[in-house]
C-alpha cells in the first residue's frame, strides 16, 4: 500500500492521559497535513510542515497539542493530558508540489475517544 | 477556521439520475480539490482542479473551476448506489500566511435510492 498510512486507527483513551499518533506519507512527499474532523464537519486544519519543518499551526492547536517530523519523513502528533472535547477523528494528509498544482492526499484517519 | 459554502448539505435521488453540488467563497483559491468520504475513513481525491475555468473529469464525474476562482462545481452522471456517502470541496490557497491550509465545505451527504 502506497497511500498515507496512519496508526493507531482508533484510540480510547481515560481523560488526563497522553496520546500518540503515527503518520506516514506517501513516499517522497514533502508536504505534511494534519487535520482534525468531529462528526457533521469538514476536516480543520492543525499543523503542516514542508520536509521537517513546521510551517503553520493552527489556533486549534492549543499547547497541549505538539505535531512532530523529526527526519521529514514520517510525523507524530502528541495530545496532552487529554479532555472530552479533544474526541474526534485525526487525519494525516501528505501532498508533493507538482507541475500542475498541490495534491493532497489523505489517510484513513485515527479516532480518539476520549472517556 | 473559514469555511467554504457548499450546497446542496444533502441530496436524495434515484439510482441512474445526475447530481449537481457546488462551492463558493468570498476569497480566490489557486486550487479546488473534491473528496469524497465514507463512515469512519478518511476523504478520498476525486478531482484536483488548478486552473480558472478548468474542466476536467474523472469517469462520472466532472468538475470545474470557476473562472472568478471562487466557486467550483462537481457533477456525478448516471448515480449508482456506490456514489453514497459525503463530498466535500476543498481549497487551497498557497500564498501568504495560509501556504498550506486546505479550507473544505461542510459536505454535501449523497442518498442514492436503487
Known amino acids: 500500500d502506497t497511500g498515507v498510512s496512519q496508526d493507531p486507527r482508533h484510540k480510547i483513551t481515560k481523560r488526563g492521559q497522553n496520546v500518540t499518533f503515527r503518520c506516514d506519507p506517501i513516499?517522497?512527499?514533502?508536504?505534511l497535513y494534519w487535520y482534525r474532523q468531529t462528526l457533521g464537519q469538514g476536516p480543520e486544519f492543525l499543523t503542516y510542515?514542508?520536509?521537517?519543518?513546521?510551517?503553520?499551526k493552527s489556533r486549534l492547536l492549543s499547547d497541549r497539542f505538539s505535531a512532530e517530523r523529526p527526519k521529514g519523513s514520517f510525523s507524530t502528533l502528541e495530545i496532552q493530558r487529554t479532555e472530552q472535547g479533544d474526541s474526534a477523528m485525526y487525519l494525516c494528509?501528505?501532498?508533493?508540489?507538482?507541475?500542475?498544482?498541490?495534491?493532497?492526499?489523505f489517510g484513513e484517519g485515527s479516532w480518539l475517544t476520549v472517556v | 477556521g473559514q469555511q467554504l459554502n457548499q450546497s446542496p448539505q444533502s441530496m436524495f435521488i434515484q439510482e441512474g439520475e445526475d447530481v449537481s453540488m457546488n462551492c463558493t467563497s468570498s476569497?480566490?483559491?489557486?486550487?479546488w480539490l473534491w473528496y469524497k468520504q465514507d463512515p469512519g475513513e478518511g476523504p478520498v481525491l476525486l478531482i484536483a482542479?488548478?486552473?480558472?475555468?478548468e474542466l476536467t473529469s474523472n469517469g462520472r464525474l466532472t468538475a470545474q473551476f470557476g473562472i472568478t476562482r471562487k466557486d467550483s462545481f462537481l457533477n456525478i452522471s448516471a448515480s449508482i448506489p456506490s456514489d453514497v456517502g459525503i463530498y466535500f470541496c476543498?481549497?487551497?490557497?498557497?500564498?501568504?500566511?495560509?501556504?498550506?491550509?486546505?479550507?473544505f465545505g461542510r459536505g454535501t451527504q449523497l442518498t442514492v435510492w436503487p
Open positions: 482542479l488548478y486552473k480558472a475555468g
Open positions: 510542515f514542508q520536509n521537517e519543518a513546521q510551517l503553520e
Open positions: 513516499s517522497e512527499h514533502n508536504r
Open positions: 476569497s480566490i483559491f489557486n486550487t
Open positions: 494528509a501528505s501532498s508533493s508540489l507538482g507541475f500542475s498544482g498541490n495534491t493532497i492526499y
Open positions: 476543498a481549497g487551497l490557497k498557497e500564498r501568504g500566511s495560509t501556504l498550506g491550509r486546505l479550507y
